[in-house]
């Protein structure tokens, strides 16, 4: 199975393949540097195919997290609208977006029901994309409707990566050549 990484190159004063993220060259009692171990850790990296701060983490592992994330949104978003002007409309849209969100996140947690989950999720983002967008076109005023448009096109986004990572059948990549 195909996984999602994300890589951060860090540069040092020793190349970031002969060294370990967090320890670093010092200066030694002598004034000159200190590269012990530093024979044993090239030695140990070569095993290694990846350097620097990397995300393991699969697309269909976050999409829960987003998911309530963007429902506890909208829900606090419709709440407050509705505290500060009233508007029943904000309240309606939050409790239904919070509910679809909810629905998302508890079918994207099991591994058989995750691109129904994908799926509502992804319905739901694009609902509320168009929702702010046209309340965006007709207001003309660009808070609250153009930031909760781009955070609704960021999650409409990434559900439709994790939509097609999770119903897309894994193509197999081979390795690359070795370091040494």
């Known amino acids: 199975m195909a996984?999602?990484?994300?890589?951060?190159?860090?540069?040092?004063?020793?190349?970031?393949?002969n060294t370990?993220?967090?320890?670093?060259v010092s200066d030694g009692p002598e004034g000159g540097r200190n590269w012990s171990g530093l024979a044993k850790l090239s030695e140990k990296s070569k095993?290694?195919?990846?350097?620097?701060?990397?995300?393991?983490?699969?697309l269909s592992e976050l999409a829960p997290v987003v998911s309530a994330g963007y429902g506890v949104l909208l829900l606090g978003?419709?709440?407050?609208?509705y505290s500060?002007?009233?508007?029943?409309?904000?309240?309606?849209?939050?409790?239904?977006?919070?509910?679809?969100?909810?629905?998302?996140?508890?079918?994207?947690?099991?591994?058989?029901?995750?691109?129904l989950g994908d799926i509502i999720g992804l319905g739901s983002a694009f609902l509320?994309?168009?929702?702010?967008?046209?309340?965006?076109?007709?207001?003309?005023?660009?808070?609250?409707?153009?930031?909760?448009?781009?955070?609704?096109i960021a999650i409409l986004s990434f559900f439709v990566m994790a939509y097609m990572h999770d119903s897309?059948?894994?193509?197999p990549i081979p390795d690359p050549l070795p370091l040494s």
Do not use: D, N, Q
């Not at 978003?77 to 609208?81: C, K, S």
């Not at 897309?168 to 193509?171: D, E, K, M, S, V």
């Open 77 to 81: 978003g419709g709440l407050f609208a």
């Open 3 to 17: 996984s999602f990484a994300l890589t951060l190159h860090i540069p040092s004063v020793v190349s970031v393949r």
């Open 47 to 58: 095993s290694r195919r990846g350097y620097g701060l990397v995300c393991k983490a699969e």
């Open 168 to 171: 897309l059948p894994a193509i």
């Open 84 to 115: 500060k002007s009233g508007s029943k409309g904000s309240l309606f849209g939050g409790l239904t977006g919070s509910v679809l969100m909810a629905s998302a996140y508890f079918l994207t947690k099991s591994p058989e029901t995750r691109v």
């Open 128 to 152: 509320f994309a168009s929702v702010f967008g046209v309340r965006l076109a007709s207001s003309r005023k660009p808070v609250p409707s153009g930031p909760l448009l781009l955070l609704s």
């Open 20 to 24: 370990k993220l967090g320890r670093s």
